[in-house]
Every structure is written in C-alpha cells, then in structure tokens.
C-alpha cells in the first residue's frame, strides 16, 4: 500500500506507546521498556518506528549505546523514510525524525560527530517541509546541543540550548521544558559558566523531583556534582538507587 494510503494509527495504539514515553519520563524503566517492545508488532510501522526509537531512547540513557543503536536503525527502517518522497503523514514525520535523531546521540558517543551533524541535518530538512511537529522539533536541539558540547563549541551549544529552552516553553510541556533546562546547564558548564551552570541545575533538579521526572533530576544532580556541589553525590546516587528499583540497569 502507498504510504499516503495508510490509515491512522488505532487510538489504542498511540496511547500505548504514549504511556511508555510517560513510564520513561519518569524513571519506570521496566514498564516504558516492556510497553516499547509489546508494540513491534503493530500493524502500522510508524508505530513500531516510533516505539523502536522510544527503546533506543531509554536503553541510551542507561548507557547501553550499541543496542540503542541497534533500536534506533530498526526505527529508521519502519519510519520509511525516503529523501526522494519525504514522509507523507504528521505521525511519519515524528517517526523519521524521532529516528534519526536517534542514530545522531547514538554517534556522539564513539565520537562520530560528522555523522550526528550529516543524521540532524536529515532531521532538519524533513521538519523545514513540515512545519509544527514541537516534540520532536525539541529532540533536534537538544542533540545539536550535545553535538556541540562533544565538539567543544560552546557558543552553538548555548545557541541550541537556549533555542530550546524558548522552543519548550512555547509547547508547554513541564517535561520537554525541565529536559531543555538540564541541556542548558550544560552547554553553560562547557562554556566555562561554572555559576550559572550550578545554578541551572540545581533549579532543573528541584521541578523535575517536583514533576516526578527522575531521569532528568538524576541527569540534573550529576551535572550539579560536576560543577562541585558537595551534597550533589549523595543525591545522585540516591536518584541511581531509586531507578534501579524501577528496572533500570546502568550498563
């Protein structure tokens, strides 16, 4: 069947895999990952893409860069995606996109930092078609920030930080705007702000433990131990603790 000829995904499906992103969001790693793999079948690949990229999103997070890689290939596939034709529905382009910016964090790691830049700019040309899209618009700064950051260029990460940062605040999601604050700490510690840096991220660490958002107050706390703050150690591994009795093993 074309692509243009798909059906919209059932609801139940959707809210399937929106509840996975939610059980990650929150540091249930066991049920966002159990959650992600029970829709590899589903009938509509966007669907399996989208969840393929939410598994390699989580396995990434617990440092388990070569299967997030693996997760994150087999989205690209299931996205369809095509230079020639471009995704032809709203939730194909989330799915493109979720997955190749996916591939791009995938290679920051091993320090392919060409390939990251060549998979965000794929990213980039699908969205400046379609405009809207903020979830996954988001994604696309926050992996040119960290991008940067593994460069050593601080001023484009503060740029993409704090693009960000507006960016979330306009798609009013709690969540999508604690995450653009822990990535602007960040970019702030690698531009050599070690103040505004601790002080970023003590504030992100205080309203994700008020959201409930346990990776981001665990990303937050060893950003706030890296600008020397001496009880950040302790809170860290506390927030460890807590994810491992959520399922979720660092590697």
Do not use: N
Request: with cysteine; aromatic share 4%.
């Amino acid at each position: 069947m074309h692509s243009s000829c798909r059906p919209v995904p059932g609801p139940d499906s959707l809210t399937r895999w929106s509840e996975a992103v939610d059980a990650g969001a929150r540091g249930w790693y066991a049920a966002s990952l159990t959650g992600a793999r029970s829709l590899r079948r589903d009938a509509d690949p966007a669907v399996r893409s989208l969840s393929a990229s939410l598994e390699g999103s989580l396995l990434r997070q617990l440092g388990r860069y070569a299967d997030a890689a693996v997760r994150d290939g087999a989205a690209l596939v299931d996205s369809g995606f095509s230079r020639a034709t471009g995704p032809r529905r709203a939730i194909d382009v989330d799915a493109v996109v979720d997955a190749l910016v996916g591939l791009a964090a995938d290679a920051i790691g091993p320090r392919r930092l060409a390939r990251a830049d060549a998979l965000l700019t794929r990213a980039e040309s699908v969205l400046a078609t379609r405009p809207g899209h903020e979830r996954v618009s988001l994604r696309v700064l926050w992996v040119r920030a960290e991008v940067a950051m593994a460069s050593g260029d601080a001023r484009r990460a503060l740029d993409a930080a704090e693009a960000s940062v507006r960016a979330a605040r306009q798609f009013r999601s709690p969540r999508h705007l604690v995450k653009s604050r822990v990535v602007h700490a960040a970019a702030l510690l690698v531009a050599g702000d070690h103040a505004g840096a601790a002080t970023a991220a003590r504030s992100a660490r205080d309203d994700a433990v008020a959201a409930e958002l346990l990776p981001l107050a665990w990303a937050s706390a060893c950003l706030s131990e890296a600008c020397g703050d001496r009880d950040a150690s302790g809170v860290r591994r506390g927030f460890e603790v807590a994810i491992r009795s959520r399922g979720g093993q660092f590697s």
